[in-house]
């Protein structure tokens, strides 16, 4: 049955209209704990006959090796919204939240958002922030609610836990024990024993890089409605696989992560299966259940949810080869940058990726470049807010001399900041706030903060004082900057870049700088990964 009859079952059944006399609804059974105003906020709720809804957003990707620390002015810096603030942050918008707000919005239900919050990728998380935003989903469900729908990324590594969703739902679980719960996450999710089994459904991105949020935020929200409709069961099955796939290596365009993705898409034309995901994951986490995975949602059929999850895991397993990055001399990627003919050509500086946890701050691969004389260079993006305010005190179209960059430490890769000394033409100051037109991200609005363009004649250098990694062309144009027009544009980015660039750029090259995003797994000291795990050990079964 499509999703639009499923709504007029519904509402011929009565079950989400206001005004009327409500009916016992089976998902109205789970008790809260001796909660007096929750029991009267929902009973009042139910006299109503609407169905009540709580709608939050909570992500991080935390990279246990980056120096960064997550606290809640980071979030804040992103966009961390509480209350109604959180709802008209990110409706209509194309996030799995904004999904969610227009399902609830369709049935009539009564929505409640107490928090929306998203981090760039960084270190864990403080005791702080994690409480701020765990709590003020707790308080709303300890008020009372029919079921929840949760914006997830999956990786999330706080303080005191390293299974920052799985402690949440476990939390949520124990104070609404049988509460329909709904979750997406991030395609990049390493996910954990503990968040399958205190939600009732979940599901991950099927792209990297990530277009399809709003899609898969209507899907799993669509089970959850038909669940508490009594048109389905959802069962959950997950596989874990001894595998540390590498970021380079899992855009879904790209094989084996393609042939993976199609497979999912082939197991949810079963009408039996309600939603089917491969993750990624996200390597650059030492913690337990760090790595790829699997999770299937059957309807009812345990056994289907548990076969279709090892058909998949299975052939994951057998392309583990394939996940493995292979590394390359930077200064022979410069110079076949330098042979290049049609341009812009995009040079990737991948081990300083700040949406993985970079600090966005790692001059090698702007040095190399300079050092080989490429000419009609825009790069994006350098993290220097202290820069920023230098350039700022000397006023556009001024000269300035700067030590640009290179002000983190990186204890846990032995890497020693190194700042770059640069003269160039303060070209362009912004607030660096744009919105993005681009599929990735769509109608957020970003915030690079305090923006400056450092002009050296040769390179055009962004300059930003809140980390952001370049997925959207607006991280130039916001500044002045035609991106096709440039020979090349130097980005700080893994595979993201292909959401705004790819349609402009006629080749790529990977540029091996240093920080820790790297993908040499030598360099990273894994303590706390289950073991054996591929690559980190070559005897691993599965
Ligand atoms: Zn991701």
Known sequence: MKFSKKLQYLNENALFQRGKKPIALPCRLWLIKSNFAGFLAKNLNMRKGLMRLVIAMM??????????VTDWQRYKDWGAYLGENARNAYENTGMPMAAYIDLAKEI???IITPVAAEAMPSGPVTKEAYAIMSDAICAAIAQGCDAVLLDLHGAMVAEETDDGEGTLLERIRGIAPDLPIAVTCDFHCNLTQKMIDNCTALIGYKTYPHMDMYEVGTQIGKVLLDSLAGKCRPVMAWKQIPLLSQTLCQGTEDQPM???IDACLEKEKDSKILAATTFGGFALADIKDAGTSVVIVADGDAELAEKTSQDIAWEAWEAREDFIYQQK???EAIQQAKAQTEFPVLLL???????SGGTQDVMMVIKEVIEQEL?????????DPAAVQEMIKVGIGNEVTLALGGKFE???ISLKGKPLTLTGTVRTLTDGRWTVHG?????VEVSMGPTAVLDTGKLQIVVVSCHHEPWDTGVFTSVGIQPEHKKYLLLKTRIHYRAGFAPIGKATIHCEGEGVTTSNNALLDYKKVRKPIYPLDKRVNF
Request: net charge negative.
């Open 410 to 412: 990186m204890p846990s």
């Open 375 to 383: 000419e009609d260079v825009a790069v994006a993006a350098v993290y």
């Open 329 to 331: 001399p930077l200064n």
């Open 439 to 443: 599929p990735m991200y769509t109608g």
């Open 108 to 110: 009539g239900a009564e």
């Open 59 to 68: 992500k991080h990707e935390t990279n246990t090796f980056s120096p960064i």
């Open 349 to 355: 500086d991948h081990e300083d990726n700040c949406g």
């Open 258 to 260: 393609k042939s993976l």
